[in-house]
């Protein structure tokens, strides 16, 4: 019995390792690349018409009720910039900003279709720092992105009010 206990708890770890090491396939680390600039497979799959500046204003209605600081400080105009670089690594940025207050966050990003995935988008609902992998769909339109939830796991919905209340225009 004992046995079977630790074949058991042999297979949970072999499987661990196995989750573990396919997560870190694919990783954006080119330290072997022998000094080379490489365009990751993430920045390659994003379109090139997603790529750029975008601006949008909240209005009041747009806030929860007892909103958090994030989206009463500053002002209720805010930036959204999708870049192939500039984000962790080196890889793909998607960094929101408000217009006087600065950058919120810049998280590291892939897309897949009409879903952008935001991976480590930091969330700090009560005062702790937590970072979690949310979907998002998105159309573009003519210069007119919008964002709808697909997942968020963030209780403070910071990131989800700014992306998903108001149509965004594209500046560049």
């Not at 204003?57 to 670089?85: H, V, Y």
Request: proline residues 6%; contains cysteine; neutral net charge.
């Amino acid at each position: 019995m004992e046995l079977n206990s630790y074949f058991r708890n042999g297979l949970v770890v072999l499987a661990l390792a196995a989750l573990f090491a396919a997560a870190g396939c694919g990783s954006d680390d080119s330290s072997s690349d022998s000094g080379k600039t490489a365009t990751t497979p993430a920045a390659q799959a994003i379109p090139a018409e997603l790529l750029g500046s975008y601006t949008t204003k909240l209005k009041p209605s747009d806030l929860p009720s007892n909103p958090p600081p994030e989206l009463t400080s500053g002002s209720m105009t805010w930036k959204l910039t999708i870049a192939k670089s500039g984000g962790p690594n080196n890889g793909p940025a998607f960094t929101i900003a408000n217009g006087s207050a600065g950058v919120l966050e810049s998280s590291a990003f892939a897309v897949h279709r009409n879903q952008i995935t935001l991976r480590n988008e930091e969330c700090g609902a009560g005062g702790t720092t937590t970072v979690h992998t949310n979907v998002y769909s998105y159309r573009l339109q003519s210069k007119t992105l919008t964002f709808t939830t697909v997942k968020n796991s963030c209780s403070d919905k910071v990131a989800q009010t700014i992306l998903t209340s108001e149509p965004w225009a594209k500046t560049d």
